[in-house]
């Protein structure tokens, strides 16, 4: 046990420096933001000095509904969307959304697109129907596995997905045909062999 002055002098030879420990938080909130990363037109866009939330809201990407402040939301509220009647809800529809309307086959019959809000979302949407899909590939160790699968099994997935030797990363019937068919297909994969 320690005597009262050899306590207080443990106190009062503390350093005064902050510690590694207190620069390291300064320095972590002194970081910047990372760059947006996104199209040009939603980099130009963006206010640095606003939340994500008041960016969204500004840009026009938030739906429509109305959340709570939250100095006044609490647990027990809840938020209070407005009753439409059915007649006006038929009527027309929101700014954003869209109706699919089908024909007597079930066929999609051609609707008129609904405009976005700001000038933003119409080149966001621009940009997404101009854009093409990205075209995906197997690597060649999962092509070399899907060719051996295939040379034993043709088209039969529920067996190679039974497979214990071939199928090492139990893969399941349904993964195992995806790869396939992103691989080109079983007579692709048959005909490389």
Known sequence: MANPR???????HKSTKPSIHRIRKLHQKQRRAPPLKGPE???????KK???F?????LGLLPSIPIPSSA???????VKLPIVPAAEEEAQPKVGFGRIIRDEEGNEREREEVQGKTEVVRQLEALSSTS???????????????????QK???????????????????????????INKAGGVEKLRNSS
């Open 153 to 179: 099994y043709n088209d039969d997935y529920e067996s190679m997905a039974r497979d214990m030797k071939l199928n090492v990363w139990q893969k399941t019937k349904g993964e195992i045909k995806r790869m």
């Open 132 to 150: 093409a899909p990205v075209k995906r590939h197997s690597s060649t160790s999962e092509k070399t596995w899907l060719i051996n699968l295939v």
């Open 50 to 52: 606003k939340t994500v």
């Open 41 to 47: 037109v939603l980099q130009n866009g963006w206010d």
């Open 54 to 58: 008041q960016n969204y809201a500004a």
């Open 6 to 12: 050899q306590r207080s002098k443990a106190k009062s």
């Open 72 to 78: 006044s939301s609490s647990r027990s509220q809840r």
